[in-house]
């Protein structure tokens, strides 16, 4: 890829390959105490019809080379160009394979940047997607560029006896000294963003997985000393997500050993490396009194991601950043799959459903918009987004629907046999499952090029005469996203019509405009379309977009007592519970827009009836009912208000929402509270975890009702497990702060803790996002704490990404107090760590939608950042284009 002169604009329309071809990568790292020596032996070949005097063209950052040579001999200075950040070589043989080796000399104790080789309490390690590999090696940096790699690394015996790379291990042995060596060899072609190394003072969780084919895998989780055992529902973990892409995708793992190893500084969640996934620990480590139930999903759904990534992502890889959808937005669909058939698929659903709105949907509608493919980019790490993750998911999720369960897994099948080895294209794909549904999907593409939430408006008609029953449909694209394009998307839309009883009604559908009916299903792909049912007996209740079968922002302008009843009878569980939100984000947005001082209650009454009635009925399942009684965010009732957001009044409505509800159901709260008792054992299957969130959310309702410290209080100090303790301790620190009793719990919990990083991270996050402006107080304060690191990214994200991110309140203090705390905190981060310090900086892109006191400081704030001088690239873009 090319780098443009505007500004280091990189183009997908710049595609070229590269004038040499990659057949192997030879490279040994020898590994002291404060440097470390690469060496690298690159087999290279002048592709045919490349331009016989090209220049090989490597790239680096903050590389120092210590020796050129080619063939085998040293090579004149006048033969090459080396920065830190590029090496260009010429006089390269115009025919034949030759090998370059390479010398450069690195210090990963000083890479506080986390990418490329670094240090991680001691422990040496590696993070190389998307360009890190060039800060180990110069080397051809790019997903297309595929080799065979054979490492060995050398080092101190007793500072690092284990020593691991991608693939099979080969070879072992002392080398005197002290020292030691190893040497792994990856027979799979692999692009350099897979490369991985990791050595040091480890210890193992052992297992192994028998395949389908009847190979033993032999499989290893590394730790830090003394926590193998925490690693136990990790293990469990992978073996069941082996197992279920072999049952339901019919892929096999590969190598004969397949490791993990879990780190304390890591900047993301975790990372793919063929056979040697390197995780943030917060991804593997677990027991029931450390963790709570969202940390044992987290684990699942991260160890079952990175596992999937084999096949999507390793073994087809993508022929360049632009297409990163085509291996995170399928991954991601792969793993939702899994966790909905490994737990429950509505409850699931209706937890990916909530993320999406609150992370892809602002995303999509503020100025950091972009496509599930991006056309540009100044940063590729700033495009690792929910867009591309979530909405991609979303998309495939989309072509499942179009196609069916058979013809899908056709398309996969085809793309798995066509595509190994290769780096593909989002073309490439979409191509599999044209041939094996036999359909044109060229419209259908446009979800992969145009950027923003189409509008889905919905209304109906009901004949009394006629006994027919006419719904209208519309899509739209907000003229925001006009840069990108606003044609008419296909958009599957499931239904169903719900009659009086909640009885599916089957009735004869006939289509006028642009869509298609095909069963349960209307596609819309024209600008409108109306569907009309005849031969019904009385009105139907329309449930539409059920499963949120398109991620799209519906306006459906039904009457609130059709969704009282489908609330109680819709048998798409999904739905029934999206009635119920919808009503409760209706009222509550309605209410926000009242002026202040206005008593109305936030909700009507009905609406809060019909909450209890779910939330009290035995029949439905504990987790769904916990879902039920979980309130749409501030943040997103400040989404849907759009423009003119006082953060203030938001929280002020939804605290009271959540005090009338206490009130009036608290009978029914009290049941269920109790039910939980912390005599219940903990096991972390779903079914519990939906059982205690049930009761934690009662008690949250019980407490906003009674104003009562001390029954909370008790219940933090009796609780069995981590999830029913971090709960009580929330109520505490968030409804009543300064307390007493909210005091003491935070001392003992900081008491009994604080040798353990991760659940001192939940400490911090716990008090960061106490909706008081008065938080920004304990925040600074926090600040200064001597465990707080700007160092260790968990950590960071713990204090200010949660402050800046979901408190509401305090971050958005009038006095602006809480968006200078954030901003100084990213500019002396960004001196260390810019891709957190960038990823933070995105909580000031809806600037915009604020009122007009609070949206002037946001700006002024972010055009600070931007005038900071030496500012990285990562966090200069953030900024830039949220100001644009
Ligand atoms: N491919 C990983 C995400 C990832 C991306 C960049 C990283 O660099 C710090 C790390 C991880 C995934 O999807 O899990
Ligand atoms: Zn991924």
Redesign the pocket.
Known sequence: MQRTEEGQTVRLADYRRTDFVLRGVDMTLKLFEGRTEVLTRLSLERRPGAPANAALELDGDELILESIAVDGAILEPGRYDATPESLSVTGLPETGPFELAIETRIAPEDNTKLMGLYRSNGIWCTQCEAEGFRRITYFLDRPDVLAPYRVRIEADRAAAPVLLSNGNPVESGDLGDGRHFAVWDDPFNKPSYLFAVVAGDLDALRDTFLTMSGRTVELGIYTEKGRARQAAYAMDALKRSMAWDERRFGREYDLDVFNVVAIADFNMGAM?NKGLNVFNHKYVLLDPDIATDADYAGVETVIA??YF?NWT?NRITCRDWFQLCL??GL??YRDQEFSADERERTVQRIGSVRRLKAHQFPEDQGPLQHPVRPGEYREINNFYTATV?DKGAEVVRMIATLLGEADFRKGMDLYFERHDGEAATIEDFVACFEQAGAVDLSQFALWYAQAGTPTLTVTEAWDPQERRHTVRLRQSLAPGAARTGTEPMVLPIRFGLVGGNGEERRAEGRVAGGARLDGDLIVLDGREATVTFAGLSDRPYLSVLRDFSAPVTLEHDQAEADRLALARLDRNLFNRWRALDDLLSGGLTRAARRPLGDTAPSLDGAVVDALLASAGDEELDPAFRGQVLTLPGEAEIARQLGEGVDPDRVHAVVEDARAVIGRKGLSTFARLAAAEGSDVPFTPDAASAGRRALANAALAYLAAARNDPAEVAARYRSAGNMTDRIAALAILGHRFPQSDASEEALADFYRRYETDELVLDKWFALQATAPFHDALAAVERLAGHPRFTMRNPNRVRALVGSFAASNQVAFHRPDGAGYRFVAEKLVALDRINPQIAARIATTFRAWRSFEAGRRAKLEETLRQIAETKGLSKDLGDIVDRSLK
Do not use: D, L
Request: aromatic share 10%; proline share 0%.
């Open positions: 793919e991601h990175e990534h992502g291996k995170e991954t991601v993750y």
